[in-house]
């Protein structure tokens, strides 16, 4: 699959992560920046929670990592967090999981 399309599939994908506090997605939120694939199926984004101590940041990132992980042709995923405290801790779980 090529990179073109493995985004589109991203932003799909980005489109059903709900926010249980404000009831928006992901995308809607524009929490999500700076989507990149490549044709062999990684992909890199930066995740933006909405506030540095988002109470809902660990479960939306292992939300985007999961709907990313399961679309077809997605090898991997690397996920930047940013306007985060506890940014490189996230990054660490959320980067370092066995697929």
Do not use: W
């Not at 524009?30 to 940041?57: N, T, W, Y």
């Not at 399961?70 to 697929?99: M, P, Q, R, W, Y």
């Amino acid at each position: 699959m090529d990179s073109e399309s493995i985004t589109l599939k991203v932003k799909e994908a980005l489109s059903r992560i709900i926010d249980p506090e404000t009831r928006l997605d992901v995308a809607r939120m524009e929490l999500v920046h700076d989507i990149q694939a490549d044709g062999k199926g990684s992909v890199q984004l930066v995740f933006r929670p909405s506030s540095p101590v988002c109470p809902m940041a660990y479960s939306l990132a292992s939300s985007i990592r999961k709907e990313i992980m399961a679309i077809d042709g997605v090898t991997s995923i690397k996920l930047k967090v940013e306007n985060f405290n506890k940014a490189d801790h996230l990054e660490s779980l959320i980067n370092n999981i066995a697929d």
